[in-house]
């Protein structure tokens, strides 16, 4: 894993960056190299996190390939690198990784994993049942509740799967060709993975449905982000464009994009990758997962508080309609009791904590943007060593900083 941070106001950005690569989530070591200038007239530099390479080959080597075909002369924008190095991924002389068995064992790795998920979705429904069920029902009966729950589930994850979008450049007619090329071998993997009890053939028609419309639509754990930072020829602020790339479908590669600018409006931004949640509880003022277990637990004890009040208030009332009118009234008064506190919540971490920071990184030079990129990473790193897990962040920080003036300038390097 890898945990990065961009750090930028008017006057400049800072970029950095840990050490740790995992290997094969066994072997952390600490000596990789994620952030790399751009040489020459090119105010620019790239960080990459998540998965280290693409079909095999280094995003490292494939980033200094790309700087390679560049020229002198600089793009206008930040994006426009992005959309070139986009372009290089599609179209460039190196056979061995543009051919098409590169893309071909994606999509068969992604289909595999993809229907061993949905293996332990509907396994974990069925078990589920027989612990609830098993001393009390027939085995038949318990089957029948688990053909009808499961039949719900996919009936919602295929809705789901109808209502995304699909990502960039991708459309109905890349859906229709994937189905026709790996209809037969979808048949197989599920006939080879799923049991009896597990599995009725009137599913296979949907069940092919969500893994195609998956596997365009859905990003795996697998992706990579490549973090293009800095200036165009043409911008005189920082900006950030992030792209987020999972693979090749069609020959054509399955991406999406973010970014980040300093303009008129926006004059400071602190942008963690990767392990983020150590640097999100600094600027927040709370650890994201305390926040999650309040939230969850609210909305359970509003449930649990709406069941209790229409159970003693139920005898009050002469009709079930009423009964169910006055349960319906209750949760959205409790529904709307909660959406007023994670808006007061996220009020109160802006006004408190983020807002106080961002006005202090507004003001800052340079170099005291790489210092607080680089202590802040020390955050995580230092959660990290406390941690029973993996120290997935370590290692040296990389830091350094872009501005306007001077271009690219190694503020530490390992």
């Given at each position: 894993?890898?945990?990065?941070?961009?750090?930028?106001?008017?006057?400049?950005?800072?970029?950095?960056?840990?050490?740790?690569?995992?290997?094969?989530?066994?072997?952390?070591?600490?000596?990789?190299?994620?952030?790399?200038?751009?040489?020459?007239?090119?105010?620019?530099?790239?960080?990459?996190?998540?998965?280290?390479?693409?079909?095999?080959?280094?995003?490292?080597?494939?980033?200094?390939?790309?700087?390679?075909?560049?020229?002198?002369?600089?793009?206008?924008?930040?994006?426009?690198?992005?959309?070139?190095?986009?372009?290089?991924?599609?179209?460039?002389?190196?056979?061995?990784?543009?051919?098409?068995?590169?893309?071909?064992?994606?999509?068969?790795?992604?289909?595999?994993?993809?229907?061993?998920?949905?293996?332990?979705?509907?396994?974990?429904?069925?078990?589920?049942?027989?612990?609830?069920?098993?001393?009390?029902?027939?085995?038949?009966?318990?089957?029948?509740?688990?053909?009808?729950?499961?039949?719900?589930?996919?009936?919602?994850?295929?809705?789901?799967?109808?209502e995304k979008a699909f990502?960039?450049?991708?459309?109905?007619?890349?859906?229709?060709?994937?189905?026709?090329?790996?209809?037969?071998?979808?048949?197989?993997?599920?006939?080879?993975?799923?049991?009896?009890?597990?599995?009725?053939?009137?599913?296979?028609?949907?069940?092919?449905?969500?893994?195609?419309?998956?596997?365009?639509?859905?990003?795996?754990?697998?992706?990579?982000?490549?973090?293009?930072?800095?200036?165009?020829?043409?911008?005189?602020?920082?900006?950030?464009?992030?792209?987020?790339?999972?693979?090749?479908?069609?020959?054509?590669?399955?991406?999406?994009?973010?970014?980040?600018t300093i303009n008129h409006?926006?004059?400071?931004?602190?942008?963690?990758?990767?392990?983020?949640?150590?640097?999100?509880?600094?600027?927040?003022?709370?650890?994201?997962?305390?926040?999650?277990?309040?939230?969850?637990?609210?909305?359970?004890?509003?449930?649990?508080?709406?069941?209790?009040?229409?159970?003693?208030?139920?005898?009050?009332?002469?009709?079930?309609?009423?009964?169910?009118?006055?349960?319906?009234?209750?949760?959205?008064?409790?529904?709307?009791?909660?959406?007023?506190?994670?808006?007061?919540?996220?009020?109160?971490?802006?006004?408190?904590?983020?807002?106080?920071?961002l006005d202090m990184v507004?003001?800052?030079?340079?170099?005291?943007?790489?210092?607080?990129?680089?202590?802040?990473?020390?955050?995580?790193?230092?959660?990290?060593?406390?941690?029973?897990?993996?120290?997935?962040?370590?290692?040296?920080?990389?830091?350094?900083?872009?501005?306007?003036?001077?271009?690219?300038?190694?503020?530490?390097?390992?």
């Open positions: 894993m890898t945990a990065e941070i961009v750090v930028m106001n008017t006057g400049g950005i800072a970029l950095a960056s840990d050490s740790a690569v995992t290997i094969r989530e066994r072997k952390v070591y600490n000596s990789a190299d994620k952030l790399f200038p751009f040489s020459g007239n090119h105010t620019i530099a790239v960080m990459i996190y998540g998965s280290a390479s693409m079909f095999h080959v280094p995003w490292e080597t494939l980033i200094k390939v790309y700087e390679n075909t560049l020229d002198s002369h600089a793009f206008d924008t930040v994006k426009e690198y992005m959309e070139d190095f986009l372009r290089f991924l599609n179209e460039n002389q190196y056979n061995q990784f543009m051919s098409e068995i590169n893309e071909e064992r994606y999509i068969e790795n992604t289909l595999y994993a993809n229907i061993t998920h949905l293996y332990h979705q509907l396994s974990d429904i069925n078990k589920s049942l027989y612990s609830e069920y098993g001393e009390l029902s027939l085995q038949d009966e318990i089957q029948e509740m688990y053909i009808q729950q499961a039949e719900e589930f996919l009936n919602n994850r295929i809705q789901t799967l109808e990502p960039n450049g991708f459309n109905e007619s890349d859906y229709e060709r994937l189905f026709e090329k790996y209809e037969k071998r979808i048949e197989e993997l599920i006939h080879g993975e799923f049991e009896h009890q597990l599995y009725i053939e009137e599913w296979l028609e949907g069940i092919k449905y969500m893994m195609v419309q998956s596997l365009v639509k859905e990003f795996s754990d697998n992706y990579s982000g490549i973090v293009f930072a800095g200036y165009g020829d043409k911008e005189i602020y920082p900006s950030v464009h992030v792209l987020i790339v999972d693979g090749k479908i069609n020959h054509k590669t399955k991406y999406f994009t973010r970014k980040k409006s926006t004059h400071a931004v602190i942008l963690p990758f990767a392990q983020r949640d150590m640097i999100r509880s600094f600027l927040d003022g709370v650890h994201e997962g305390v926040e999650d277990f309040i939230s969850i637990v609210l909305k359970s004890e509003f449930h649990s508080l709406t069941d209790r009040l229409v159970d003693r208030l139920k005898d009050h009332f002469h009709e079930k309609v009423m009964v169910e009118e006055v349960e319906d009234e209750m949760a959205d008064a409790f529904k709307h009791v909660y959406n007023r506190y994670q808006k007061k919540l996220s009020s109160y971490k802006r006004e408190k904590f983020i807002d106080p920071i507004e003001s800052l030079p340079a170099k005291e943007l790489a210092h607080i990129a680089e202590s802040l990473l020390n955050i995580t790193s230092l959660k990290r060593k406390f941690s029973i897990a993996m120290e997935t962040v370590g290692g040296p920080i990389d830091v350094a900083v872009i501005t306007k003036g001077d271009g690219f300038t190694w503020v530490k390097k390992k």
